[in-house]
Nanobody
Framework: VQLQASGGGLVQTGGSLRLSCLAS????????IAWFRQAPGKEREGVSC????????KYTDSVKGRFTISRGNAKNTVCLQMNSLKPEDTAVYFC????????????????????WGQGTLVTVSS
């Protein structure tokens, strides 16, 4: 099982980035795929999650209306479209997968996830 996150970079405030998480070694059907982020000196934070069996999604309050999680056009890919980026969005972004059932209230709990990608750095300049 491997997850590969990509798409990070440097962008100005108000700009957009699209992160991709490519899963290999398993099918993302009937899983939950989530994006977490960790800024320097801060705890890892759940950003968004999609539960593939019913396409349910969840977002942390600070990104609602700006970020959109979806299954990508490529097989076994989940994307995070990030618009209207702010300096406080600066962090390393990780994708993670839960291969067991996950309830809505736990979708952004990092303890529920089994496998993690290596992270991709997003830097938003002011």
């Amino acid at each position: 099982v491997q997850l590969q996150a990509s798409g990070g970079g440097l962008v100005q405030t108000g700009g957009s980035l699209r992160l991709s998480c490519l899963a290999s070694g398993f099918s993302i059907g009937y899983t939950a795929i989530a994006w977490f982020r960790q800024a320097p000196g801060k705890e890892r934070e759940g950003v968004s999650c999609i539960r593939t069996r019913d396409s349910s999604t969840k977002y942390t309050d600070s990104v609602k209306g700006r970020f959109t999680i979806s299954r990508g056009n490529a097989k076994n890919t989940v994307c995070l479209q990030m618009n209207s980026l702010k300096p406080e969005d600066t962090a390393v972004y990780f994708c993670a997968v839960s291969r067991s059932g996950i309830i809505t209230s736990s979708m952004l709990n990092p303890n529920m996830y089994d496998y993690w990608g290596q992270g991709t750095l997003v830097t938003v300049s002011s």
